[in-house]
């Protein structure tokens, strides 16, 4: 996930956020304190606020902006509050994935917004 553009709130304080391409999409995350740099890859995990609609479903893993500015990621349940998406990234979600979903299951939730952790 190769970051392509970052606005920065704040310099002095590395306050930013950074726009991201999945390969599916790009998408927005929020950082700070911020050291990345225009074309680095993300490194660190990923922390999504506001989950909902969660659903096991098909296609490929990743990251994208919805039309209405939300987040859709699509995933693999690595436990009960982790999903792996892409090679190593790993996204952290604010809510249990215990109930109906098990380790290996593709699932997609919508996130009102994205942390590096």
Do not use: Q, T
């Given at each position: 996930m190769k970051i392509v553009?970052?606005?920065?709130?704040?310099?002095?304080?590395?306050?930013?956020?950074?726009h991201v391409d999945s390969c599916v999409g790009e998408f927005v995350v929020f950082c700070?304190?911020?050291?990345?740099?225009?074309s680095d890859?993300?490194?660190?995990?990923?922390?999504c606020m506001s989950v909902g609609n969660v659903a096991v479903t098909?296609?490929?893993?990743?990251?994208?902006?919805n039309n209405d500015g939300s987040c859709i990621v699509r995933g693999v349940v690595d436990g009960i509050r982790?999903?792996?998406?892409?090679?190593?990234v790993r996204?952290?979600?604010?809510?249990?994935?215990?109930?109906g979903f098990k380790v290996g299951d593709l699932v997609q939730f919508s996130c009102g917004r994205i942390d590096v952790l």
């Open positions: 553009y970052i606005d920065w709130l704040s310099l002095e304080s590395k306050e930013a956020f950074m700070h304190p911020c050291s990345y740099c225009i890859n993300v490194v660190d995990g990923l922390y098909a296609g490929r893993c990743g990251i994208f902006m982790d999903v792996v998406v892409g090679s190593d996204v952290e979600v604010d809510v249990d994935l215990g109930c």
